[in-house]
């Protein structure tokens, strides 16, 4: 039973981690772009370790891979919006089909 | 110094919260019992904590213990992972449709939440839903600039209520 | 069953270095190392399981800690910078 579960969360989160590499590949600009990073990240790499984590049982091991997954959580926010934040900055522009730009009209 | 006199023990306080969560931490890491291991953990932990208590937790310590607030935090854990399988189903289905359905842009989401801790958690969560993005933080009047993968609206208040609502209202709970 | 999840994510990683080496700015690279850079952790973890081997493990963890300072002093550098492919 444990392990049913343990390969239905790996099975999702293979499957999350083949598609927003896809979506990187396929979508048109930068922010797009991270968007598929996020579904890579969240939906792929966290599930696994929660996948693993449960496959493992109740080890040392587990709560390392927790912590990991963790980590992960915490940082992965903060790496994208450093990335969104620096592309705007330095002037990468929108996808050329974009509808709006709030951030380009009213900051100076 | 400014400490006055009932800010002492509050200060002890968040000393001995911070050596309990590092030397947590520390346990965790090593992943043995071993009475050695322990010791060393404490001396360390110790000694990061006296460094960087300050850093670590500021304001007192018994309205962060406050039942409701974590009675909160705890809905907030179901709410979060719905909105977080909804955004992955609408992403995914984007990227695998053959003409790829997106609208993107930047919009403008006021937000009334006004702590540090209040706006940091609302941009991460923001930023943790594929199909949103926070791109930059207007500091005057409180509000997100938010990259949408579809946009369905741009005034102000309608993007507040489909962007954020669903998580402010917990997190202005939480971090008041 | 893990080895065919390892065979999965190799070829995701696959995809994500073919959009590092398209991309046309610098930020279109970095997100896609971002992105290959934790496939490559939950990889590590996998190997971990599935050679009961600990020390994987501790490697996937500092792996974690370097790919999140090097994308943030990456970012930093690109806000001064301004665009260049």
Not at chain 1, 4 to 23: E, K
Not at chain 1, 53 to 71: C, D, H, N, P, R
Request: a positive charge.
């Amino acid at each position: 039973m444990i392990e049913i579960i343990a390969y239905i969360l790996l099975g999702i989160g293979a499957f999350c981690a083949i598609v927003g590499s896809i979506g990187i590949v396929r979508f048109p600009d930068v922010y797009n772009r991270i968007h598929a990073n996020t579904v890579v990240v969240v939906g792929g790499a966290i599930v696994m370790l929660l996948g693993a984590s449960v496959l493992e049982g109740l080890s040392s091991y587990t709560l390392k891979i927790l912590i990991i997954a963790f980590f992960i959580f915490l940082t992965n926010p903060v790496s994208a919006h450093a990335i969104a934040r620096a592309a705007h900055k330095s002037g990468v522009k929108l996808w050329r089909r974009s509808v709006v730009d709030k951030l380009e009209e009213e900051k100076p | 110094m400014l400490w006055g006199n009932e800010a002492i023990p509050m200060a002890k306080g968040s000393l001995f919260v911070a050596f309990i969560c590092l030397w947590l931490a520390w346990i965790a890491l090593t992943g043995s019992l071993n009475p050695q291991e322990l010791g060393v953990g404490a001396i360390v932990a110790a000694f990061v904590a006296v460094i960087s208590y300050k850093l670590l937790f500021h304001g007192g310590m018994r309205e962060k213990f406050e039942p409701k607030r974590w009675g909160y935090a705890l809905a907030y854990v179901p709410a979060y992972i719905w909105a977080e399988l909804k955004a992955h189903a609408s992403v995914i289905y984007r990227i695998l449709h053959p003409r790829m359905p997106i609208k993107p842009g930047i919009v403008r989401v006021p937000t009334k939440l006004r702590s540090d801790f209040g706006i940091t958690g609302l941009a991460n969560a923001i930023t943790m839903t594929p199909g949103t993005l926070s791109v930059e933080v207007n500091e005057e009047e409180p509000s997100l600039y938010v990259h949408w993968i579809n946009v369905e609206a741009v005034e102000p208040e309608q993007t507040s209520r489909q962007i954020a609502w669903p998580f402010e209202r917990f997190l202005r709970r939480i971090f008041r | 069953m893990i080895l065919e999840v390892l065979i999965i994510i190799f070829c995701a990683c696959l995809i994500c270095a073919l959009r590092a080496a398209l991309g046309p700015t610098a930020p279109d690279r970095v997100v896609a190392i971002d992105a290959l850079v934790v496939l490559m952790i939950s990889a590590l973890v996998l190997l971990g399981v599935y050679y009961r081997a600990p020390i994987y493990l501790d490697v996937a963890l500092v792996y974690a800690f370097l790919a999140f300072l090097g994308t943030l002093a990456i970012a930093k550098y690109l806000e001064g910078r301004g665009i260049e492919t």
